[in-house]
């Protein structure tokens, strides 16, 4: 039986002179010797019932690296909404 667990990390990135609280989840699946990382986000708060988690990436072979990717991949993700943002008004 595979029972997976999220693990949930809270992290601060920097945009511009902005900083900005994210959530980030991991999930760890065993095959065989090696373990595999599945990253996700939290849009919202992750204590609600009603925020899904959404998938980013999978197979980090340490939580190090799917943290790191996750503040990489976040920071992008705001920088691009808040230029979005800017042009529309």
């Not at 999930?27 to 090696?34: I, L, M, N, R, W």
Request: charged share 30%.
């Amino acid at each position: 039986m595979l029972i997976c667990v999220m693990r949930k990390i809270r992290r601060r990135i920097k945009v511009g002179n902005q900083n900005y609280d994210i959530w980030l989840g991991i999930t760890k699946k065993s095959a065989g010797k090696t373990n595999v990382l599945k990253l996700h986000y939290y849009p919202g708060n992750p204590d609600d019932a009603f925020q899904k988690p959404v998938a980013i990436k999978s197979g980090f072979k340490s939580e190090e690296e799917a943290i790191e990717y996750g503040k990489q991949f976040m920071t992008e993700l705001y920088k691009n909404a808040l230029a979005r943002s800017s042009r529309a008004t």
